[in-house]
């Protein structure tokens, strides 16, 4: 099985949805109006990987709000960002929390929608902390790892949502 059949499969056993999507503003502004057809407060996450006019059309989506206090990013039904890496064999994304808004984003909205370039697959963790993958980015970062939305069996019954997004979403740019 190739990284990105292996990555798809993993994700998808650990309850996030994944969409292989065209690598266009288009594409991305219409995966995420299928994926939170309803959603009234939506926050864009700043890039610092992916080239920032991939999410133009996002901006624009209704429902899209500018405000980046904690306040107003907590309040968000939808947050969407872009995951610098994908782990193959676990189908974790790897999430930079220290770049402007992501982390609340990503961790905040009752929906995360993580958008992941298909190149940015690597096999395993480890490969994260070698400096010849990805271009030595999972050794400069500060990031965790986002494997399915939020989970918790701490009291009893498998509950999602209660520390974190309910509904994980990823668009893999192919």
Known sequence: MDLLDQFESAAR??????ERIPRSPEAIAA??????????RIAVAELADLPSELFDDCRRLPGVFTGRTKKELSAAEVGITE??????????????????????????????????AVEDIVERPADLFRPDRLNGKGLRRNYVFVT?????????????????PQRLHILILV
């Open 83 to 116: 995951a610098f890496a994908g782990v193959a064999r676990t189908g974790s994304l790897c999430v930079a929390v220290d770049q402007a808004d992501t982390g609340y984003a990503s961790l905040l909205a009752r929906t995360h929608i993580a958008v992941l």
């Open 31 to 40: 995966a995420v109006a299928r994926a939170a057809p309803n959603a009234q």
């Open 148 to 164: 399915g939305p939020s989970a918790t069996a701490d009291m009893g019954p498998l509950v999602r949502g209660v520390h974190g």
């Open 13 to 18: 056993e650990a309850a996030a949805t994944v």
